[in-house]
Nanobody, 121 residues
Framework: QVQLEESGGGLVQAGDSLTLSCHSYLHTSGSDAMGWFRQAPGKAREFLAAVRWSSGATWYADSVKDRFTISREILKNTGRLQMNKLKPEDTAVYYC??????????????WGQGTQVTVSS
């Protein structure tokens, strides 16, 4: 049963923008956070950004904080990751996750199946 569902991935060119969405089919607790991670082939899963569901507080990895913006729409139970100035090295499978939150994937217990983002040069 799908509980978190990502959408919005695809093939784009370097310099383009793309917005990923993550819909939660479960009630998201106010104390939880929704995070975004990515995993490129042969690499470890990488934290990108997270948002505290109730307060809207956000935190980012230094590598993307100037290009990516995370947000959430409480009434739609949906989070988004706006990605600007995409680079070929941004190519990866992007995952959303929900949990107590932090910078580690181990702080998020519920995961989506991922959406592929490919950035051509």
């Amino acid at each position: 049963q799908v509980q978190l569902e990502e959408s919005g991935g695809g093939l784009v060119q370097a310099g383009d923008s793309l917005t990923l969405s993550c819909h939660s089919y479960l009630h998201t607790s106010g104390s939880d956070a929704m995070g975004w991670f990515r995993q490129a082939p042969g690499k470890a899963r990488e934290f990108l950004a997270a948002v505290r569901w109730s307060s809207g507080a956000t935190w980012y990895a230094d590598s993307v904080k100037d290009r990516f913006t995370i947000s959430r729409e409480i009434l739609k139970n949906t989070g988004r990751l706006q990605m600007n100035k995409l680079k070929p090295e941004d190519t990866a499978v992007y995952y959303c996750a929900v949990g107590p939150g932090g910078y580690s994937e181990y702080k998020f217990g519920l995961w989506g199946q991922g959406t592929q983002v490919t950035v051509s040069s």
